[in-house]
């Protein structure tokens, strides 16, 4: 068994969409500042699968200085994490994702089942194995998105 640990921030701006979980966030007046699509929530994710075999992070296999990744979706970037975890681990077994993402706004609830489908999907997940939670800030930091994900995995 493997655990897996990332996260990931934004600052949000006017004039970019917010994606999250693979999913486009219509209506939000702004979105991730970001080199990449700025889906915290899949980046996250492929940073909490890296970590889990000591892999580094997204940002030594997509350095953000390198004009080839700009605009790079998030979903990209986890199919691309996930093949090179399994040419290290060989046959691999995701378990579950618990995720907790904290924005202030907008609300994000009415997309969870869309957002943990989309990730259940790109992982080849049943229902029931990804597990996404809201959270603000409390006004602490009303123009930043942030998420942590955590992954168990087996490579047997």
């Given at each position: 068994?493997?655990?897996?640990?990332?996260?990931?921030?934004?600052?949000?701006?006017?004039?970019?969409?917010?994606?999250?979980?693979?999913?486009?966030?219509?209506?939000?007046?702004?979105?991730?500042?970001?080199?990449?699509?700025?889906?915290?929530?899949?980046?996250?994710?492929?940073?909490?699968?890296?970590?889990?075999?000591?892999?580094g992070d997204i940002g030594?296999?997509f350095p953000p200085d390198?004009?080839?990744?700009?605009?790079?979706?998030?979903?990209?970037?986890?199919?691309?994490?996930?093949?090179?975890?399994?040419?290290?681990?060989?046959?691999?077994?995701?378990?579950?994702?618990?995720?907790?993402?904290?924005?202030?706004?907008?609300?994000?609830?009415?997309?969870?089942?869309?957002?943990?489908?989309?990730?259940?999907?790109?992982?080849?997940?049943?229902?029931?194995?990804?597990?996404?939670?809201?959270?603000?800030?409390?006004?602490?930091?009303?123009?930043?998105?942030?998420?942590?994900?955590?992954?168990?995995?087996?490579?047997?």
């Amino acid at each position: 068994m493997r655990i897996g640990y990332g996260e990931d921030s934004h600052r949000l701006v006017a004039g970019r969409p917010l994606l999250v979980g693979g999913v486009a966030i219509e209506g939000s007046p702004v979105g991730s500042e970001a080199h990449s699509d700025g889906d915290v929530l899949l980046h996250a994710l492929a940073d909490a699968l890296l970590s889990a075999f000591a892999l580094g992070d997204i940002g030594r296999i997509f350095p953000p200085d390198d004009p080839k990744h700009r605009d790079i979706a998030g979903q990209e970037i986890v199919r691309t994490v996930l093949a090179r975890v399994r040419r290290v681990a060989g046959r691999l077994t995701v378990h579950n994702v618990a995720a907790v993402v904290t924005l202030d706004e907008p609300k994000l609830g009415p997309k969870r089942e869309g957002i943990e489908r989309r990730i259940g999907s790109l992982l080849a997940l049943e229902p029931g194995r990804v597990g996404v939670t809201f959270k603000t800030s409390e006004g602490a930091a009303p123009g930043l998105i942030q998420a942590r994900v955590t992954v168990l995995l087996n490579t047997d």
